[in-house]
């Protein structure tokens, strides 16, 4: 019972350098999303996804993109990383929207 | 702007006292409202939800949260803590998808 699965778990990035996460739910949900989470901020929303070939605009949006090529995988993209981006990241799924959210056990990642 | 706020940052308690975790909102109409619990290291799991109805929800592990619409709050309780509670715990609201918002999260402590 894997649920919400997330790769990698830990990162370091050199300023600059780009890189891919991946988030795989084997629940069959329709929604995906993807967070960062920092302290004493709570989560905050990137992007996220309402079926299969779908994705919109989250609350912090920028500097981050995704996709979504098959419903059970959602892919958080950073393109140019930077130091504003070492965060831990959460992907969640649910059925519907505003709705019970499964997460992922996060990825920490560090841009130096 | 919509928004959560929960006002305790770190939060001690001896086990077997209660708890009451503070959780105020801020929306234009009566939100969607969640308590999630983290475990270090891991993502976050639904203690419990309201969406109408009955103002006192049960959850799991015991825990319970009163909706009361004149202090915009939905504070989180239970009346005997478990060494087991120890945790960050995070509020959330909203009424879409993309206007979700979590609080900041409250650290609880449990002392033997």
């Known amino acids: 019972n894997a649920g919400v699965t997330q790769t990698p778990k830990f990162r370091v990035l050199k300023t600059g350098q780009s890189m891919t996460l991946l988030c795989a739910q084997d629940?069959?949900?329709?929604?995906m999303y993807w967070y960062r989470q920092d302290p004493g901020m709570g989560l905050r929303l990137i992007h996220y996804?309402?079926?299969?070939?779908?994705?919109a605009k989250g609350e912090v949006p920028d500097g981050y993109n995704v996709s979504r090529l098959k419903k059970q995988n959602f892919l958080l993209g950073l393109e140019s990383a930077a130091p504003s981006q070492t965060s831990v990241y959460f992907c969640?799924?649910?059925?519907?929207?505003?709705?019970?959210?499964?997460f992922g056990q996060g990825t920490r990642l560090t841009v130096v | 702007a919509q928004s959560v706020t929960q006002p305790d940052i770190h939060i001690t308690v001896s086990e077997g006292a209660s708890l009451e975790l503070r959780c105020n909102y801020s929306?234009?109409?009566?939100?969607?409202l969640f308590w999630y619990v983290q475990s270090p290291g891991q993502g976050l799991q639904l203690l419990l939800k309201?969406?109408?109805?009955?103002?006192l929800v049960q959850g799991i592990k015991g825990f319970e949260a009163e909706f009361k619409r004149s202090q915009s709050s939905f504070n989180l309780r239970k009346p005997s803590v478990h060494w087991s509670d120890a945790a960050e715990y995070f509020c959330a609201g909203g009424g879409t998808v993309n206007d979700m918002r979590f609080g900041a999260g409250t650290r609880l402590t449990v002392k033997p």
């Open positions: 629940m069959n949900h329709e929604y």
């Open positions: 929306y234009g109409a009566t939100p969607y």
């Open positions: 969640a799924s649910s059925e519907q929207g505003v709705t019970e959210a499964f």
């Open positions: 309201y969406f109408s109805g009955d103002t």
């Open positions: 996804s309402v079926g299969e070939g779908t994705t």
